[in-house]
T-cell receptor, first 112, second 111 residues
Framework: NAGVTQTPKFQVLKTGQSMTLQCAQD?????MSWYRQDPGMGLRLIHY???????DQGEVPNGYNVSRSTTEDFPLRLLSAAPSQTSVYFC???????????FGQGTRLTVV | KQEVTQIPAALSVPEGENLVLNCSFT??????LQWFRQDPGKGLTSLLL?????REQTSGRLNASLDKSSGRSTLYIAASQPGDSATYLC??????????FGKGTTLSVSS
């Protein structure tokens, strides 16, 4: 199994550009979530999904959109990139709400 | 609001030492607690998961305990090795939706 796959691994954007960070899992997990990791702040939840068609906001959702049209995919969209969105982004999945979470290798995003 | 704290923020030990990493949380109403390892520039690797009804979990040289009533968890690493050098993160699963993380303990094991 590939597990949780994130693409791209690195990305540089100009302020105001939009892009989509991809996340796919092949484990048929219901729960998926996006986090950002910043120095001194730890990992913070952006958005999460408890199943296809269901999403909700986390701690820092502003500037990001998500959708969950399939069980496998949970893309994160940056609508208009800002330097404050420079971060490392992690996607995670788990089979149920009370089970082990598995993380992707991350996307390192720089907004200039 | 749940807050997760990890102490110490950094730790340096010589090879072979046994060590304990600490994690505390403010709200005991959790589903489970998970310990992760993160190497520089890499993703998170799950080490141990402790359900709220459990007291401890073991995997090889690692042992994690959970005292939900006092809001504490410890990760015990036996006979540390240079390859154990990494950042260790604890995270609590509250409300069963997503994880709330501590800021981590960066461990350096010297040979």
């Amino acid at each position: 199994n590939a597990g949780v796959t994130q693409t791209p691994k690195f990305q540089v954007l100009k302020t105001g550009q939009s892009m989509t960070l991809q996340c796919a899992q092949d484990m048929n997990h219901e729960y998926m979530s996006w986090y950002r990791q910043d120095p001194g702040m730890g990992l913070r939840l952006i958005h999460y999904s408890v199943g296809a068609g269901i999403t909700d906001q986390g701690e820092v959702p502003n500037g990001y959109n998500v959708s969950r049209s399939t069980t496998e995919d949970f893309p994160l969209r940056l609508l208009s990139a800002a330097p404050s969105q420079t971060s490392v982004y992690f996607c995670a999945s788990s089979p149920r709400r009370d089970t082990e979470a598995f993380f992707g290798q991350g996307t390192r995003l720089t907004v200039v | 609001k749940q807050e997760v704290t990890q102490i110490p923020a950094a730790l340096s030990v010589p090879e072979g030492e046994n060590l304990v990493l600490n994690c505390s949380f403010t709200d005991s109403a959790i589903y489970n607690l998970q310990w992760f390892r993160q190497d520089p520039g890499k993703g998170l690797t799950s080490l141990l998961l402790i359900q709220s009804s459990q007291r401890e979990q073991t995997s090889g040289r690692l042992n994690a305990s959970l005292d939900k009533s006092s809001g504490r968890s410890t990760l015990y690493i036996a006979a540390s090795q240079p390859g154990d050098s990494a950042t260790y993160l604890c995270a609590v699963n509250q409300a069963g939706t997503a994880l709330i993380f501590g800021k981590g303990t960066t461990l350096s094991v010297s040979s």
